[in-house]
């Protein structure tokens, strides 16, 4: 009952913009931790950003800090992942993701941490 659902890829030219949405469903934001990762073909899947329970505290990728941004609408239940200057390495499936807190002052990009997870949506960025 408790799921989470991306939209918002595509494909998009290297140094444009997407804005990724994850609909939660089953509970509230304020009561769980959300991120969103990436896997690349081939590879595991990269912490990209995350952000507590009530917006009180939000954590970035050093490859993304100042470039994306993540955030929650509490009334719509979602959250979105506001993305610029993408480059080509950025291609991949992204995914939301979200847990249970274990901590009330930050939140995880360590994926193995959560244990809610979407079936992701493609972001290509190419020329």
């Known amino acids: 009952q408790l799921q989470v659902v991306e939209s918002g890829g595509g494909l998009v030219q290297p140094g444009g913009s997407l804005r990724l949405s994850c609909a939660a469903s089953?509970?509230?934001?304020?009561?769980?931790?959300l991120a969103w990762f990436r896997q690349a073909p081939g590879k595991g899947r990269d912490g990209i950003s995350c952000?507590?329970?009530?917006?009180?505290?939000?954590k970035y990728a050093d490859s993304v800090a100042g470039r994306f941004t993540i955030s929650e609408d509490s009334a719509k239940n979602m959250v979105y992942l506001e993305m610029h200057g993408l480059q080509p390495e950025e291609s991949g499936v992204y995914y939301c993701?979200?847990?249970?807190?274990?901590?009330?002052?930050?939140?995880?990009?360590?994926?193995?941490?959560?244990?809610?997870w979407g079936q992701g949506t493609q972001v290509t960025v190419s020329s």
């Open positions: 089953g509970f509230t934001l304020d009561r769980f931790t």
């Open positions: 993701a979200a847990r249970r807190p274990a901590a009330r002052t930050h939140c995880t990009l360590f994926e193995t941490r959560y244990d809610i």
């Open positions: 952000i507590l329970s009530g917006g009180g505290f939000t």
